[in-house]
């Protein structure tokens, strides 16, 4: 069953175009993440720092910002999975494969 629908999806010509666009996206993401890296966790940083300065300076607790996130996440929990489980289910595979193999050429040629 598995090799039938492999067979039949590497006979499709526009299947496999797609699917090597996919790798080479997918390994440019994982190459240019490797670059990037320090950069967007500095920012990242950053934003959270800001966040808690700017709670903190209007008198609110951090712990009640946290607590009110917290509850917000939980509301749209079922709404951002089922967007993840979709998601993956489209691009999955080659993406992956090409960001883990850009990631490790990345790594490599640091």
């Known amino acids: 069953m598995v090799l039938e629908l492999l067979s039949s999806v590497l006979t499709n010509p526009r299947v496999v175009i797609v699917a090597l666009i996919q790798f080479a996206l997918g390994f440019a993401l994982g190459y240019l993440m490797v ?24 008198g609110g607790s951090v712990e009640q910002v946290l607590k009110e996130l917290g509850l917000y996440a939980v509301k749209v929990k079922d709404v951002v ?30």
């Open 81 to 110: 999975l089922r967007f993840l489980h979709v998601l993956g289910l489209l691009v999955v595979g080659p993406l992956t494969l090409g960001f883990l193999v850009g990631l490790l050429v990345g790594v490599l040629r640091r």
């Open 35 to 58: 670059r990037v890296a320090k950069y967007l966790l500095a920012l990242i940083a950053i934003f959270v720092l800001g966040t808690v300065l700017n709670v903190w300076s209007l």
